[in-house]
T-cell receptor, first 113, second 113 residues
Framework: DGGITQSPKYLFRKEGQNVTLSCEQN?????MYWYRQDPGQGLRLIYY???????QKGDIAEGYSVSREKKESFPLTVTSAQKNPTAFYLC????????????FGNGTRLTVT | QQQVKQSPQSLIVQKGGISIINCAYE??????FPWYQQFPGKGPALLIA?????SEKKEGRFTISFNKSAKQFSLHIMDSQPGDSATYFC????????????FGSGTRLLVRP
């Protein structure tokens, strides 16, 4: 089955540590995205990538970094500079044209203490 | 201008009733309006979408009504079922937005049996 795999489902880290969230897709989609979901705030865009080796900052990129070395993979690193990293992180992909639907993974819940 | 305002934040409906979720926007450049449905612990999935050149789109029990002059659109769920209990997000995007889908804050729907 084609889809997006995010791992792990739950992640716990100590404050001050960097952590990398995995996102893999086998939909052959060009575009990939990272969203952060907090209660009552909807989905906010962190980073997106339209092609391999290229990515752009979203609305809340501070404290995060990404790479896009392969079409299938778009890992997100939450750095120690992110002031409030505890959240539900969603990865998505799309064919890359404006009205193409986003296909989401099932998310990673990150807890930093 | 880039916001999409969604209401209500939560909604409780009896089985068989009509669920109505409303969204409003300011940016007249928005030209594609999808709705996403998210079950607990899962990523959102596209439910239905509309372009501003039509006033209504229906898919099964789900209908989007669109009022271009008022810059408002709404989701109606007819004959609501307990299985419809989920969080619903409206969204908007414009052709010149560099693929940045703007999400509303979400509505948590509970359909009582």
């Amino acid at each position: 089955d084609g889809g997006i795999t995010q791992s792990p489902k739950y992640l716990f880290r100590k404050e001050g540590q960097n952590v990398t969230l995995s996102c893999e897709q086998n939909l052959n989609h060009d575009a990939m995205y990272w969203y952060r979901q907090d209660p009552g705030q909807g989905l906010r865009l962190i980073y997106y990538s339209q092609i391999v080796n290229d990515f752009q900052k979203g609305d809340i990129a501070e404290g995060y970094s990404v790479s896009r070395e392969k079409k299938e993979s778009f890992p997100l690193t939450v750095t120690s500079a992110q002031k409030n990293p505890t959240a539900f992180y969603l990865c998505a992909s799309s064919r890359g044209y404006v009205n193409s639907p986003l296909h989401f993974g099932n998310g990673t819940r990150l807890t930093v203490t | 201008q880039q916001q999409v305002k969604q209401s209500p934040q939560s909604l409780i409906v009896q089985k068989g009733g009509i669920s109505i979720i409303n969204c409003a926007y300011e940016n007249t450049a928005f030209d594609y309006f999808p709705w996403y449905q998210q079950f607990p612990g899962k990523g959102p999935a596209l439910l239905i979408a509309i372009r501003p050149d039509v006033s209504e789109k229906k898919e099964g029990r789900f209908t989007i009504s669109f009022n271009k002059s008022a810059k408002q659109f709404s989701l109606h769920i007819m004959d609501s079922q307990p299985g419809d209990s989920a969080t619903y997000f409206c969204a908007a995007i414009s052709m010149d937005s560099s693929y940045k889908l703007i999400f509303g804050s979400g509505t948590r729907l509970l359909v009582r049996p």
